[in-house]
């Protein structure tokens, strides 16, 4: 992190504040950046670039010029900041709308849009307090975004820059090079889509996300203009559903209870001609969505074949196959960092530059607040929090007096500010934090018991309200549903967390193929987009465990309050996977396309590659299945260690693959 470049912003910025009439390319060259070097050619680049960095923050850069001049002329142009143009608009919020405004911010998972809602949630607190309010018991619904495409296009289209990238077509199930101007992102039938104009084809068209096979490329030389009142969601809201389709499947005998569940009788429906082999049974799936039914019959290996229809069949033998290569592709090398480095935080000058932004304002509106509060409220250590305050009072007004540099005190550990140079108000909203915010309010809609009655339409509308243009621009992005699609199971299991009462479970468990009845304590609830999990300290195996509610056959009350286990771990976001001493830890090689499983599996470690991909450390408490998430992944993840595991699923791709040879 450069703390030049870092001073350099801020001293621009408040330069550019704290001028009627604006500053001169020439006074901001002597007065800001003590410029010598007499290279104008590079002073320009530097300059232009300092613009628009703080034109991404959220500071509009005004220039002025004199009358009959053209802004070409740097010795007529003037630059400023509009004091309010550029700042938050005072928002007051109750409780309630501070509870739902909390459940918005956190739905996110671990995308970049998480960070900036936490970003635009922090500039709302730094203009008050935060009233005091509890969350729903136990209750924390999540939005799972769809890996690095995902990022990668919404900082695009933020920028309205135009995208490539190679798509698997459905058509044809040819890969094509696409360019596209991206309008917006959105999640319909469990699938994340875009939805934007194709050059090639010169006509708008939407595109699967997990259909993306390559990585996504932002042409940041062009920039497109979107169609005026462009909505995402109305557009998905007309993309129909897919057509219900039958499939026939050979499954192994007393196998794959999951799946058996879902079968049609076979008598009433086609049959593919001949017979299964010796071993197993065969039965008619209804599905939709040929994609999602390959991955998930890939995962069961040799435990199912997809006889018909033939493109089925297909999609799931190319998944193994690219699962097959990948595990026997030549190992890259890599090396993780120690653990020094790996607890170093990665930062840039602008991160630092918005993080001191909201500082000053929270400190105005909480003085005295002890300096490691503060550190804890802002994320990051004391160490960094002193190193942001002593560029902080080291920055003010161009050749200033003492009086017209920033004043911040903490020498007894209780940190007051008595000079704030006009930035006591939070920036106004980045279109990136706008959208977190607006588009988390919306995707809360259906959310059972939210609390609040009418607090989630008047924070939307108040948000809407400061938020201006960039608020409009959050119709761009629209989550997917998160209300529960068994809402009795819902409310027995959040009941049973806020009355403390143990219950009784009857649990299908696929990694196990078998169905078990266990008392157990709950802790908490939280979803992945609709499919919903809760914690509890299980009974069956004396330890915690995550349930999928879908997977619950029967739950009730035991009778018995629950056990005293200690609070859930209230880490955002809820852990899947909760890690055990007995854990095996396994190293994990993914592509591009598939590092978000780092994420995802929460990894110890990690060490970056050349391609894009990553070498990952994960802990999993049970191994077995592990043959199962190298084939449902199809090419995107590897196991390299152990080495045991490495070869079960190397010959577990191999007799899935000699099923589908025969």
Request: glycine share 8%.
């Amino acid at each position: 992190m450069s703390v030049s470049r870092t001073e350099r912003l801020l001293n621009l910025l408040i330069a550019l504040l704290n001028t009627r009439y604006g500053l001169r390319r020439n006074e901001l060259r002597e007065k800001v950046y003590h410029d010598t070097s007499g290279n104008d050619v590079a002073f320009g680049r530097m300059f232009e670039r300092d613009k628009n960095d703080l034109r991404s923050m959220g500071f509009e850069v005004e220039t002025l010029t004199d009358l009959g001049w053209s802004e070409d002329d740097p010795a007529t142009t003037r630059y400023r900041i509009g004091k309010e143009s550029s700042r938050l608009p005072d928002v007051q919020l109750g409780p309630e709308e501070w509870t739902v405004l909390l459940l918005a911010s956190q739905l996110w998972e671990r995308a970049a849009l998480g960070t900036a809602a936490q970003s635009a949630l922090r500039k709302l607190q730094a203009s008050g307090r935060l009233a005091e309010v509890e969350l729903p018991a136990g209750v924390q619904p999540r939005i799972k975004p769809a890996g690095q495409a995902f990022d990668d296009i919404v900082a695009a289209m933020h920028a309205r820059h135009a995208v490539s990238f190679t798509y698997l077509a459905g058509s044809t199930g040819k890969e094509e090079e696409r360019l596209v101007e991206p309008w917006g992102l959105g999640s319909r039938f469990g699938q994340w889509y875009l939805m934007g104009y194709d050059r090639a084809r010169n006509a708008p068209r939407h595109f699967r996300l997990s259909r993306i096979t390559s990585a996504v490329t932002t042409l940041t030389r062009e920039q497109y203009v979107p169609p005026s009142g462009f909505s995402i969601r109305d557009e998905l809201a007309r993309l129909p559903e897919l057509p219900l389709r039958t499939a026939v499947v050979d499954v192994r005998h007393e196998r794959l209870l999951s799946l058996r569940r879902r079968a049609l009788d076979g008598s009433r429906h086609h049959q593919a001609p001949g017979a299964p082999a010796d071993g197993y049974d065969r039965m008619v799936l209804e599905y939709r969505d040929p994609e999602i039914l390959a991955e998930e019959l890939a995962s069961y290996g040799p435990d199912a074949l997809a006889v018909e229809p033939a493109g089925l069949a297909g999609a799931v033998r190319r998944r193994l196959q690219a699962a097959a290569d990948f595990s026997v592709s030549p190992v890259p090398a890599y090396a993780f960092p120690d653990a020094r480095a790996r607890t170093a935080r990665k930062g840039t000058s602008e991160d630092q530059l918005k993080r001191m932004l909201q500082l000053v304002p929270f400190l105005v509106h909480n003085q005295g607040l002890h300096i490691q509060d503060v550190a804890n409220h802002f994320g990051v250590t004391r160490e960094e929090l002193e190193a942001d305050l002593r560029i902080l009072i080291c920055s003010g007004l161009p050749e200033g007096y003492p009086d017209d540099l920033l004043d911040i005190q903490w020498e007894d550990d209780h940190v007051f500010i008595t000079q704030d140079l006009d930035l006591k108000k939070p920036v106004r909203f980045t279109v990136a934090e706008a959208c977190a915010l607006l588009t988390g309010l919306e995707t809360l809609n259906g959310l059972p018991d939210l609390p609040g009655g009418g607090a989630l339409e008047t924070v939307t509308l108040k948000l809407l309200a400061a938020a201006g243009e960039e608020g409009l621009r959050a119709a761009s992005i629209a989550g997917p549903q998160v209300a529960p699609a068994d809402a009795s199971t819902h409310a027995t299991v959040r009941h049973a967390i806020e009355s403390g009462s143990q219950l009784h479970l009857t649990y299908l468990s696929p990694q196990r193929d078998a169905v078990t009845e266990r008392d157990v304590d709950p802790l908490r609830l939280y979803s992945l987009d609709n499919i919903w999990y809760f914690e509890a300290w299980c009974h069956l195996v004396d330890g915690l465990r995550n349930f999928r509610l879908d997977r619950v056959q029967d739950v009730r009350p035991s009778g018995r309050p629950a056990s005293m286990h200690g609070p859930p771990d209230g880490g955002v976001p809820a852990k899947l996977f909760t890690a055990n001493d007995d854990d095996t830890t396994v190293t994990v090689q993914l592509t591009r396309q598939g590092r978000g499983l780092a994420d995802d599996y929460y990894a110890e470690r990690t060490a970056e590659l050349p391609d894009g991909g990553l070498v990952a450390e994960i802990r999993f408490g049970n191994t077995a299945w592990l043959p199962m998430f190298v084939a449902q992944h199809g090419g995107s993840a590897r196991i390299l260690a152990p080495a045991s595991l490495a070869d079960a699923a190397r010959d577990w791709l191999a007799a899935s693959l000699d099923r589908y040879a025969g």
